[in-house]
């Protein structure tokens, strides 16, 4: 059974940093693009970050660009969300995604995604 478990979600003040990882067991997706999505309250599901299988091509969402940053362990078969200068707005439900195709395309939509983990809470207050 392939499972994706996310972890390091918290409360943090504006301007903190946090660091989510998502770890997936029962395959591997070291040759697959993973993502991070959110949802915040009220809203749909939006996408964050995407990471190729090798970590040599990374897409973020513009809100995030330049305090976000998306790596991957292939190893460990774990990615991770580095997430600095936390906003307000940054508030959601995180969720890590795994696809099976292996082309780095239409990354940013949820639907070509067909994992998905549990999601882990991001509170960021000001």
């Known amino acids: 059974q392939v499972q994706l478990v996310e972890s390091g979600g918290g409360l943090v003040q504006a301007g903190g940093s946090l660091r989510l990882a998502c770890a997936a067991s029962?395959?591997?997706?070291?040759?697959?693009?993973m993502g991070w999505f959110r949802r915040a309250p009220g809203k749909e599901r939006d996408f964050v970050a995407a990471i190729s299988w090798n970590g040599g091509r990374t897409s973020y969402t513009d809100s995030v660009k330049g305090r976000f940053t998306i790596s991957r362990d292939n190893a460990k078969n774990t990615v991770y969300l580095e997430m600095n200068s936390l906003k307000p707005e940054d508030t959601a439900v995180y969720y890590c995604?795994?696809?099976?195709?292996?082309?780095?395309?239409?990354?940013?939509?949820?639907?070509?995604?067909?994992?998905w983990g549990q999601g882990t809470q991001v509170t960021v207050s000001s």
């Open positions: 029962g395959r591997s997706f070291n040759s697959n693009p």
């Open positions: 995604a795994a696809r099976l195709t292996h082309a780095y395309t239409d990354v940013a939509s949820s639907n070509r995604y067909e994992y």
